[in-house]
């Protein structure tokens, strides 16, 4: 098999290159394409290593110096958001692992479904904003959209469970994050490195935040509506600390059927890669005599606001959840400035969609320009 990694400098994406290299000699994958947006050192390292065709460096202004360091060898160097596309669309790449952070990765991997590639999906924005024209455009290019969020790779291994007739409700796992059971008054003072720092999973600074502030959760609630084609109110977030059980689904008979494995996104992207094989692992087996216990919760949609602000949106459909991820990612870089505080992120988000009004269709294009309004005229 032949991939393309977007964003293979970040989490997901290292994560990715160490599931090609554990499957070497069981699943042999070729890395064609390799993309970051900062990190030269890194991708200039991973392309010697994985030996791509291309390898794409977002930001305009790093492309002379991954240029440079990468004359000696007969690798092709792109840039900016047609560099990106180019590593989405490439003849002999049969599937894209879309794992750029944020609105950033929309364009690329619509691109790949175009051109007729089977996405392995971490990217959870694309869905959020653009659900309806993805799952739209995966169905007329037949391709195979398969999911890397834990709880969506755990929701769509369940499925197989049962028809999907007989689905009664999907129930999302949240850990709660490092704040859990936290008052606002608590929340007040919170300094980003607490924030950054996540009980069980190690991610980009982004989704971190994201999962402080709940509206992880609220972005997967509305990722989960158009991988899985439910409503809304079929979803239901259950805070499960441990992070073992990584979602479930309830059948009509009152079955569940869950997925669990240790917190290793290693697991959901290799099951992403092999699919419908389960190939071995080397991730550890979930001893269940040293857990002991799992433990189950209601998330406090009161003191977490993004969660609650996200189902809105989610429920509102149209343009809302552009706007709602549009105003999450300029909140969560101020605050990891240091320019507002914790709570700050839900309250900003909350006044910025105040100001926009709903409109039920729209195109690609018409959400890239709201995408770009919001950070505009709604600059922090
Ligand atoms: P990281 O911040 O670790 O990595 C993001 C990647 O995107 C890096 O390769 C980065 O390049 C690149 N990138 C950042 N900005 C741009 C841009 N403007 N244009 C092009 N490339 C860009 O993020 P994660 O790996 O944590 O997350 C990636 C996606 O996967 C997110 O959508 C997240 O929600 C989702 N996800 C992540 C999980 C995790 O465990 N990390 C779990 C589930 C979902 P560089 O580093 O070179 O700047
Ligand atoms: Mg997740």
Partial sequence: MNISILGSTGSIGTQALEVVDDLKGIKDIAVLAITGNSNVELLEAQARRYKPSLAVIADEKKYNDLKCRLADTNIKVSTGEEGLCEAATLDKCDMVLSSIVGFAGLVPTMKAIEAGKDIALANKETLVTAGGLFTDAVKRHNVRLLPVDSEHSAIFQSLHGGNRGELNKILLTASGGPFFGKTKDELKGIKKEQALKHPNWSMGAKITIDSATLMNKGLEIIEAKWLFDVFLDDIEVVVHRESIIHSMVEFCDKSVIAQLSLPSMKHPIQY???????????????????????????????????????????????????????????????????????????????SVLSKYENKLNFTIEDIIEIDRSVRLEHKI
Avoid: Q
């Avoid at 190939?279 to 949609?301: C, G, I, M, Q, W």
């Avoid at 459909?317 to 300029?330: D, K, R």
């Fill in 272 to 350: 992403a890669f092999t699919y419908p094989e389960r190939l071995p692992s080397p991730d550890r087996s979930v001893s269940f005599a040293e857990l002991k216990a799992l433990t189950f919760a209601k998330p406090d949609e009161e003191t977490f606001r993004c969660l609650a602000l996200a189902k809105k949106a989610g429920r509102m459909g149209g343009i809302m959840p552009t706007v709602l991820n549009a105003a999450n990612e300029v909140a969560v870089a101020a605050f990891l400035c240091d320019k507002i505080g914790f709570l700050e992120i839900g309250e900003y988000v909350e």
